[in-house]
Structures are given as C-alpha cells and as structure tokens.
C-alpha cells in the first residue's frame, strides 16, 4: 500500500519561497499523476498543479507564476517550490498520487485516489 | 469561490438517508468523471467515490454516487455517527485544464 509523506518547514517568512518534498514509499512515482493540493484552515480544497513522469506538468492557473513541481525518480520524491509566499498561501499542503483505472489511460483518466497527511505551512514573518 | 457547487451542510439521524448535491458545467462534470472525498475532522481526504459511481475496496455499500449531465449526487444510507466529516466533490475541469473541487459539505448526525 503507497504511503506519502509530505516534509517541509512549517513556518515561511512573507516573500519568501516555500518548499516542500513528498516522499513516497511502498511503490513507484512511475506510471502516476502526483499532484499538490492545499487547504487554507476551514476552507476547501484547491488544486495547486500535477506532474507526470514522462515530463508533464499543469499548475493552476492562478498559481502558475509562481510555483515549481518536480519529481526526483532515484529518490521517489515529487517536490513543489512556491514564491513570494503571503499569508494567503498559509495552509495545509496535501501531496496525492493520482492514478488511473481504465484500460487505455489518458491525461484526464487519471484522478487523486491517495493523500498524504498533509503538513501546515504558516506564512509569517 | 469554487468551481463545483455544493450546500454548506447536510445533517440526518442515524439510520436515514442523505443526499450531497454537487452541480458544475458541461467543462467539467457535464464532460468528465465525478469523484467524491470524505475528510474527517483533523484528517486528509479518502476516495469515497470515483468515476460517478465506483466504490474503493473498503467502502461500504451505504455510499453510492451518480450523475446526470452537469450535477452529481453523493448518497448515505443507513447514516452512522462516523459518517459526520466533510464531503467534497471533484471534476476534471478541460477548460481549465485542472482539478475543480466543490467547496464541501459539512454533515452532521444528529
């Protein structure tokens, strides 16, 4: 069973950059989507970007300017890097991996069916 | 503002059913797969429901999915006490190209 661990500092100073590693144990990045998925405190979920092994990467698009997705196949690793942090950007920050279970699997086949814990990041200076 | 609309809370007393809406556009639910998350309190979100209907191995029958051109529903039968938790809603959006969440759905047991 897939285990993801997200890892990062819990604190970041206002116009900074964040960033965060998931660390995935229990099966291969390879062959799935993995996405970054964050949560301001009593809110709903947003979707921050998803990165495929084969070198596809989608961020949304009010975020795009600023962040940074990458996987790291030697060490199972997918990693988000974000940018002139604000206190808007305090939240929890969930990794999930994103799969498919279709018998032809396409871009859109794919959906988060794993989360991690999630680790609170605190813009503050 | 989230793409996806759900009601802000649901609640039902033990033993009854519960109905979460979830309605969207031709861009994502009327085009796509719907996918429902459970998020206890303090928790991540847990897949409950995907592709409109499909359940995960491991939940129970009491939920079920469907969907009808740009609206889903998320349906609890026989409600218990450890059903009380957030549900969210999610659709591929194309226009977009990105995932749409619903804002969730606050369900009390009462």
């Known amino acids: 069973q897939v285990q993801l661990q997200e890892s990062g500092p819990g604190l970041v100073k206002p116009s900074e950059t964040l960033s965060l590693t998931c660390t995935v144990s229990?099966?291969?990045?390879?062959?799935?989507?993995w996405s970054w998925i964050r949560q301001p405190a009593g809110m709903g979920l947003e979707w921050v970007g998803r990165a495929y092994p084969s070198g596809s990467i989608l961020y949304n698009s009010s975020l795009k300017s600023r962040v940074t997705l990458s996987l790291d196949m030697s060490k199972n690793q997918f990693s988000l890097k974000m940018s002139s942090m604000t206190a808007a950007d305090t939240a929890v920050y969930y990794c999930a991996r994103e799969a498919c279970r279709e018998s032809s699997c396409y871009s859109w086949s794919y959906f988060p069916d794993s989360w991690g814990q999630g680790t609170l990041v605190t813009v503050s200076s | 503002q989230s793409v996806l609309t759900q009601p802000p809370s649901a609640s039902g007393t033990p033993g009854q059913k519960v109905t979460i809406s979830c309605s969207g556009s031709?861009?994502?639910?009327?085009?796509?797969?719907v996918y429902w998350y459970q998020q206890l309190p303090g928790t991540a979100p847990k897949l409950l429901i995907y592709r409109n209907n499909e359940r995960p191995s491991g939940v129970p029958d009491r939920f079920s999915g469907s969907k009808s051109g740009t609206s889903a529903s998320l349906a609890i039968s026989g409600l218990r006490s450890e059903d009380e938790a957030e549900y969210y809603c999610a659709a591929w959006h194309d226009s977009l190209s990105s995932w749409a969440f619903g804002g969730g759905t606050k369900l009390t047991v009462l």
């Open positions: 229990g099966d291969s990045i390879s062959g799935y989507y």
């Open positions: 031709s861009s994502n639910i009327g085009s796509n797969y």
